[in-house]
């Protein structure tokens, strides 16, 4: 790993080493030569030091194999202007391989080993419910990209996190129900549900079953919810339970490798004609789709499928959209503008806060995130202000990230579509129903 000057980037990611070439100019700002590579350890020294912790491999990896990339991109940003707190930043990158089990070791060698301050992550709800006891039993801030379950909410109401845990994506009691209110502007009135058996799944099934009832809805399979565990292989008969009760549509929240194993399995059994496919952020990608198959005419097999995602609308979205494409030459996927908030915020907070701690983080990421301050969305500019000591209200690329007390957002969604040639498109944006 480089051993630099203060305006180095210092990066480690999963499974080998990113380093930045020297004189390299990375979006208009000329980053300096610097020291030859140690590949043993981490640099030493009192810099800040952050971590991610999501899916580059497993069930999740589709969407979560730029995740890592985008906050590298943060931190190349914010170490080209200066750093945090006079230092460098150092980020170390996870794979939690969308498995508890396999999060909670990463995040044990992150915390107690590595020692971050913070932690981007993680994506799916499940490693996050796994990995906040960690965090927050370390003090080390987790701020997921991505981690919907309501159960999150929940449990800081319970003070379980003590300040220890935010979100850049806003929780499943609004997707839900925002997909509540697309099956209803889509004419359904008779809905079946089929989730993955995780706080994912059950917390969006709860919430989008008394969502859609509280618009008038009837959910077929209420009283005999289907619910396929993580990782099963075989899924005929959770696709004959949820498509064949004769619903005119089905709420299926998946994630992509058993997801694709359970529709593929209810198109096989001819159970998906003339049935509305409604589909959630767990399975926004092409490869998801592409997992899933074609008709032998050449169609997807999914084609018409309809789906809600948190939408990225911030202030900063054109800005971080221009340097996303120049630095990687690649579309702005799902949760990716989340992910690269989250590591701005953490890095201003630790500004904010004089210190590179997670309590001090903690302390501090409100008060960036939110009002009253000077609304700001580049992340150089505002390291600045706070240098400066002056208030901010960071204004992200994903939204305006202003968390509340118990590490929430709030956001609308877009309405994606599955076309026939396997596809998405984003064809409308939704509101969460009252």
């Not at 990066?11 to 070439?21: E, P």
């Not at 909410?153 to 994506?169: M, S, V």
């Amino acid at each position: 790993m480089k051993q630099s000057s203060q305006r180095s980037v210092i990066l480690l990611m999963t499974g080998g080493l990113l380093i930045a070439s020297p004189n390299v100019a990375l979006n208009n700002i000329n980053i300096p030569a610097t020291s030859p590579i140690n590949t043993g350890t981490i640099a030493a020294g009192n810099g800040l030091k952050l971590g991610t912790l999501v899916p580059t491999t497993g069930d999740l990896s589709s969407i979560g194999q730029n995740m890592p990339v985008a906050a590298d991109l943060a931190v190349e940003t914010i170490n080209a202007c200066g750093g945090v707190n006079g230092a460098p930043v150092t980020l170390i990158n996870e794979d939690d391989q969308t498995d508890p089990a396999a999060g909670a070791s990463a995040m044990t060698k992150l915390t107690e080993v590595d020692r971050v301050a913070g932690v981007v992550g993680s994506f799916a709800s499940s490693v996050s419910s796994a990995a906040v006891e960690i965090a927050a039993r370390n003090q080390v801030m987790l701020v997921s990209p991505g981690s919907t379950s309501p159960v999150f909410t929940e449990r800081a109401r319970n003070g379980e996190f003590n300040g220890f845990w935010a979100r850049t994506a806003p929780p499943d009691t609004y997707q839900a129900k925002a997909l509540a209110a697309l099956a209803k502007k889509q004419g359904l009135n008779n809905v079946s549900t089929v989730v993955i058996n995780n706080d994912y799944g059950v917390g969006f099934e709860q919430q989008f079953v008394t969502s859609f009832e509280n618009l008038g809805g009837t959910i077929v399979n209420r009283d005999q919810p289907v619910r396929h565990e993580p990782k099963a292989t075989t899924l005929d008969t959770e696709a004959a339970a949820a498509f064949g009760g004769g619903a005119e549509g089905v709420a299926a929240i998946l994630y992509a490798e058993t997801g694709s194993i359970l529709l593929q399995s209810a198109f096989k059994q001819g159970l998906t004609e003339n049935v509305t496919i409604l589909l959630t952020d767990g399975v926004y990608s092409p490869e998801f789709v592409e997992q899933v198959g074609k008709t032998p005419e050449g169609k997807s097999i999914i084609a018409g499928a309809l789906g809600t995602v948190p939408a990225a609308s911030g202030v900063g979205l054109d800005a971080f959209t221009t340097l996303w494409q120049n630095s990687t030459g690649k579309q702005v996927t799902a949760y990716v503008p989340h992910t690269w908030d989250a590591a701005v915020l953490l890095m201003l907070a630790a500004e904010a806060a004089k210190a590179n701690t997670g309590e001090g983080i903690s302390s501090k990421i409100r008060e960036v995130a939110n009002a009253p301050g000077v609304e700001v969305s580049d992340p150089c500019e505002a390291m600045e202000l706070v240098r400066q000591g002056q208030d901010i209200n960071y204004q992200g690329a994903s939204g305006d990230v202003d968390i509340d007390e118990y590490g929430d957002v709030v956001g609308n969604y877009d309405v994606w579509r599955v076309n026939e040639d396997g596809s998405l498109e984003v064809i409308d944006t939704v509101a969460p129903a009252e």
